[in-house]
T-cell receptor, first 111, second 115 residues
Framework: DAKTTQPTSMDCAEGRAANLPCNHS???????VYWYRQIHSQGPQYIIH???NNETNEMASLIITEDRKSSTLILPHATLRDTAVYYC????????????FGAGTRLTVKP | DSGVTQTPKHLITATGQRVTLRCSPR?????VYWYQQSLDQGLQFLIQ???????AKGNILERFSAQQFPDLHSELNLSSLELGDSALYFC??????????????FGEGSRLTVL
């Protein structure tokens, strides 16, 4: 059973912010929200993760709603190189359990 | 460079054959994960090992097997290959202690083509 729901595809203009939504209405209290991206056929790349507070790093910002049932990944100034498939995953952080990817959102950044 | 090394990068073989894909995790990472990605498909989790022991199993066929060795490298064995096994196979590793964040580090993948 899929734990997350993401739009199949999105477009974004170069230089604009890309806002990628993710629904995870059945998230448990000990599950984190992770975001990865996969550029073409390269290995997936970690972007960011969070539990309940908003997080920001050099790549992106993660906004998690107060009820934790949804989140948004924000790429503040999208470039053509940000064109990729973005995966939202919920996962318990400890015990080294597995990580399962859904279909993700194919983001296309257009000039 | 993620620090995860996969070999070979490309492999072409025939139906019915057997191949072995190798993965060297980042130094010190105890967990190794294997994923399959067929053309234009998502990442399918196959199997996870933690310090030599199988930790989780996903959609791995009975014709496939894996193991993790004492030096922590892992091998994925694919036998009785079929055309549908043509795919990218990714290995990932993760840290287990200290500033562990649950982040997986992926290799560049092994592209298998079955003719």
């Amino acid at each position: 059973d899929a734990k997350t729901t993401q739009p199949t595809s999105m477009d974004c203009a170069e230089g604009r912010a890309a806002n990628l939504p993710c629904n995870h209405s059945t998230i448990s209290g000990n599950e984190y929200v992770y975001w990865y991206r996969q550029i073409h056929s390269q290995g997936p790349q970690y972007i960011i993760h969070g539990l309940k507070n908003n997080e920001t790093n050099e790549m992106a910002s993660l906004i998690i709603t107060e009820d934790r049932k949804s989140s948004t990944l924000i790429l503040p100034h999208a470039t053509l190189r940000d064109t990729a498939v973005y995966y939202c995953i919920v996962r318990v952080i400890y015990n080294n359990n597995d990580m399962r990817f859904g279909a993700g959102t194919r983001l296309t950044v257009k000039p | 460079d993620s620090g995860v090394t996969q070999t070979p990068k490309h492999l072409i073989t025939a139906t019915g054959q057997r191949v072995t894909l190798r993965c060297s995790p980042r130094s010190g990472d105890l967990s190794v994960y294997w994923y399959q990605q067929s053309l234009d498909q998502g990442l399918q989790f196959l199997i996870q090992y933690y310090n030599g022991e199988e930790r989780a199993k996903g959609n791995i066929l009975e014709r496939f097997s894996a193991q993790q060795f004492p030096d922590l490298h892992s091998e994925l064995n694919l036998s009785s290959l079929e055309l549908g096994d043509s795919a990218l196979y990714f290995c990932a590793s993760s840290a287990t202690s200290g500033t562990y964040s649950g982040e997986l580090f992926f290799g560049e993948g092994s592209r298998l083509t079955v003719l």
